[in-house]
Structures are given as structure tokens and as C-alpha cells.
């Protein structure tokens, strides 16, 4: 079973910087998809940046420029640096991981997640 542990998360006031990491347990290949979701409240769950199986990344435009989604197969930890935040990027961000390599945004595609880590930016 695919175990994801998300950490780093905090208060920081705007143009500040926080990175997230997202320790994973229980892969039995690299063959995952994974990715970094927010959601606000009263909002719904959106996806902000994604790795593929071979290392290709992307980011929501709202976050590109300002946030990098990386990973350390050594450690099997995922990253998302955020810098510049915006009082709009508060929110509880989960790392989250799908079997396969097929590119998606949508929630409903992964089944693994990580409990979340709530990220506050002040103004």
C-alpha cells in the first residue's frame, strides 16, 4: 500500500517562501504519477503541479514562475517549492499519487494521498 506523509507546511507573510515535502512508502516501482493539490476552503480541490514517470513536470499558470514540483527517487520525497506566496495560495496542500504514467488533473484520477499540510500567507 502507497503511503504519503506531507510536511513543511506553515504561516509565512506574502513573498515569503515555503517548501513542502511529501515523504512516499510503498512503492514497488516508479511507474506512479504524482502530484501536489490544494483546496481552499469553500473551494474545490484543485491540482497545482505534477511529475511524470520519467521526470516531466507542470504547473497550474496561476503558480508558474513561482512554484517547482521536484523529487529525490533516493529519498523517495516529492517537493513543491513555493516562492512569492500570495495570501491566495493559502490553502491545505496534499501530495497525492496515481498507478501509471497517464497525465491527469483531476482528484478523482489518484487514489493515494497524503493527510495534507496547511500552508497560511498573511498579507
Known amino acids: 500500500q502507497v503511503q504519503l506523509v506531507e510536511s513543511g507546511g506553515g504561516s509565512v507573510q506574502a513573498g515569503g517562501s515555503l517548501r513542502l515535502s511529501c515523504a512516499v512508502s510503498?512503492?514497488?516501482?516508479?511507474?506512479?504519477?504524482r502530484g501536489w493539490f490544494r483546496q481552499a476552503p469553500g473551494k474545490e480541490r484543485e491540482g497545482v503541479a505534477f511529475i511524470g514517470c520519467a521526470g516531466g513536470t507542470g504547473v497550474i499558470n496561476s503558480v508558474k514562475g513561482r512554484f517547482t514540483i521536484s523529487q529525490d527517487n533516493a529519498k523517495n520525497t516529492l517537493y513543491l517549492q513555493m516562492d512569492r506566496l500570495t495570501p491566495e495560495d493559502t490553502a491545505m496542500y496534499y501530495c497525492a499519487a496515481r498507478l501509471g504514467c497517464e497525465g491527469t488533473s483531476s482528484p478523482r484520477d489518484f487514489a493515494f494521498w497524503g493527510q495534507g499540510t496547511q500552508v497560511t500567507v498573511s498579507s
Open positions: 510503498g512503492y514497488t516501482s516508479r511507474k506512479y504519477y
